[in-house]
């Protein structure tokens, strides 16, 4: 409480465990920033910073992997796209990294959450006494068309699936992390390739799901933490196209006009 807050009720609704500044004093969960400066990595300081402790080096080294494997899947992803044009538009580096953040919705960027959501979903009635397969199957044919975290329009082995789960089985053997999502994860891609004419495996969102949900960080965190990730793609070509020159830089190029609809 002071002169100009007597009652400490405006201190009291803006509390906050997350950071402390007063003049001379910067606290980022308790721990001076002078003490953090040069002694944590950014990965570390991001679970800092949503958790509140910091996390021991194979947490941090999970947690690092799936944050740079999703840092970038090129101009054919919306928000990319997005970034490059609205970099040719007399905006900022700001407004354009803000521009292609702000499309990463549910169907460009929220496949991570849904599936934390999906195989919390497994986990949850295995826990109340169904088989895993059982689970599993149960949990496909109520769910969405499109199982989130598998799949991809691109590629028919998303590249960044092995080495991550890779990551993620060396953890569990060596008990960092508990390995009920990866089980999961891996019954949900045998089943989608043993009812279908090709298989459908995990990609990166199903990938990185299961590193944060191992990890601990509850399904939103596996959305946010993308967006965190993508958005150093997303400054990389918003800043690379600004370097070109364009002015207005729209979808298609100029000499391919759009069909007219009847």
Known sequence: MTEIDPTGAVAGWWATAVSRMEPGVIELRGRPVQDLIGTTGLSSMIWLMLRGDLPDPRQAGLLEAALVAAVDHGPQAPSIAIARMAATCGVGLNSAVASAVNTLGDSHGGAGEQCVRFLDGILEAEAAGADLPAAVERAVRQGPRYVPGFGHRFHPVDPRRDPLLGLVES????GVVPGDHLRAGLAVEAY??????RPIPMNIDGATAII?????FPAPLARGLFVLSRSIGILAHAWEETQQGRRNKGPIPRSILPARLP
């Open 171 to 174: 953890a569990v053997q060596d």
């Open 192 to 197: 989608l390739a043993a009812k279908g004419d």
């Open 212 to 216: 944060y949900a191992e990890l601990g």
